[in-house]
Nanobody, 126 residues
Framework: QVQLVESGGGPVQAGGSLRLSCAAS????????MGWFRQAPGKEREFVAA????????YYADSVKGRFTISRDNTKNTVYLQMNSLNPEDTAVYYC???????????????????WGQGTQVTVSS
């Protein structure tokens, strides 16, 4: 079981940037595919970005493509979400998720992930 803790959220003005981090405990992080999801007030949680266990493949929701970048550092047991050109529609609680996997496969659905962090709030003001 991998435990996940997100950080890096906070208030930011439209057009600004934030980098979220998700630190994982346990020695099996490197055997996990990872993803980021978000949930805005009054809305369902939605997929944002995913990265394969190998780190060689990434996938993004259309709404963030070209603005967000997911990456991982297996030496630090951490996955990142670099968010640029933020707009008020990006305001949400952002969740890190992980699941066991090997290779280049990425996962974009909530039900595919077994481990979740507690979330970090991102608030973008206009």
């Amino acid at each position: 079981q991998v435990q996940l803790v997100e950080s890096g959220g906070g208030p930011v003005q439209a057009g600004g940037s934030l980098r979220l981090s998700c630190a994982a405990s346990g020695r099996t992080f490197r055997l996990n595919a990872m993803g980021w999801f978000r949930q805005a007030p009054g809305k369902e949680r939605e997929f944002v970005a995913a990265i394969s266990q190998s780190g060689s493949r990434t996938y993004y929701a259309d709404s963030v493509k070209g603005r967000f970048t997911i990456s991982r550092d297996n030496t630090k047991n951490t996955v990142y979400l670099q968010m640029n050109s933020l707009n008020p529609e990006d305001t949400a609680v952002y969740y890190c998720a992980g699941r066991g996997a090997i290779g280049m496969e990425v996962f974009t659905h909530e039900y595919e992930y077994g481990n979740w962090g507690q979330g970090t709030q991102v608030t973008v003001s206009s």
